[in-house]
């Protein structure tokens, strides 16, 4: 008994998706991020993810942190960016984060929006930096 033959239709759709996927690779996504900028990212999914989306695009649940992060924005400089994460917004639905994340987590995370902000760091998964 032969086996069915695909349509060409879904072959070609295949083999294009798989070239895609390729491509996007190679062409900066999971780019080179520094050390901390990876653990940024880490830190993000873990506490931030959930309101302010897996990679930190616009939504409608929560600040933008692209454009918050973008020179000339709110939280451009380091400083603002901690005060809000360590503090909070609780008029906003920000909770603070003071109680559950270290300093040196918050610096990386900012390490990590600031890239993406800059169009640095391409949205998904970073490549984990070897040592």
Known sequence: ???????????????????????AQQDGAGAGVSATEYEGWRQYNVHCARCHGQD??????????????????????????????????PEKGMPAFKESLEPRHV????????GRAEKRIPPGRPERPSS
């Open 107 to 114: 610096a990386a995370m900012y390490a990590y929006l600031k």
């Open 1 to 23: 008994m032969r086996a069915p033959l695909l349509p060409c239709s879904l072959v070609v759709g295949l083999a294009c998706a798989l070239a895609g996927g390729a491509a």
């Open 56 to 89: 930190a695009l616009p939504n409608p649940v929560a600040a933008d942190l692209l454009a918050s992060l973008a020179p000339g924005g709110p939280a451009a400089e380091e400083g603002a960016f901690t005060a809000v994460v360590v503090q909070g917004r």
